[in-house]
């Protein structure tokens, strides 16, 4: 594997997990604009951010025995330890330990790497899931990646205004619908059920709010009730 350079002070380091943990400890607070992450050094502080959306919160991981890429670490991870490496040269594609024999080399995968952990490049939290790292960036580093607050977190599609986007966001990504109290009829957004229930249930007896088992003598109240109590209450 090809040496990596700091570009500070021109020491090499065979591994780039080397050269990112020298960075953090002896250049963190020269430059701001470098990515915590791999050590790429970047112009423009735009260019880091667009860096970290494309390259690491999307990343993708290739093998380098077949080069067959992986979206997920794990996955790779699993992958290297049932393809038939040849003994002899096994190395760790987490921390570049080399083992004689491929049994030892996916002994180390599963015992040293399978169960670790994801830090956060900006603030330093530690996650136990990848997928919880991304969200914790795209929800509290927000402003520092230039993420707009109406754009989908999921799919990127913007939207006019936050209501919009909560709606999208329950019934295309969470799968969240609202069901009709009366009939178990089951809409995706809070405007379709409260038109369901004036068309469907205007002139039927009342009965008891199946939300919270409060009863009404007129059908209008019960619709009322749950509009203001229950429907109210609908958010991510």
Known sequence: EKDVTCSYCNQKFTLKCNLRRH?????????PDFCKICGMVFSHMGNLRRHIRGSH???SYRC????????????????????GIEDGNCRCIDCGKVFSHRGNLRRHIRHAHFNENFQCPICGKICTQKYHLRDHIRRIHRTHLGIDSRACEWCGKL???????????????LNIRLTCPICGKSCAQKVHLQKHLKKRHMNEQTGPCLYCGRTFTRISSLRRHIHKVHLGDVAL
């Open 57 to 59: 919160l999307k990343e």
């Open 159 to 173: 939207f006019s205004d936050r209501s919009n986007l909560r709606t999208h966001v329950r019934s295309q990504h």
């Open 23 to 31: 960075l953090k400890e002896k250049h963190f607070h020269h430059r």
């Open 64 to 83: 380098q025995l077949c080069d067959k890429t992986f979206a997920q670490k794990s996955n790779l991870k699993v992958h290297v330890t049932n393809i």
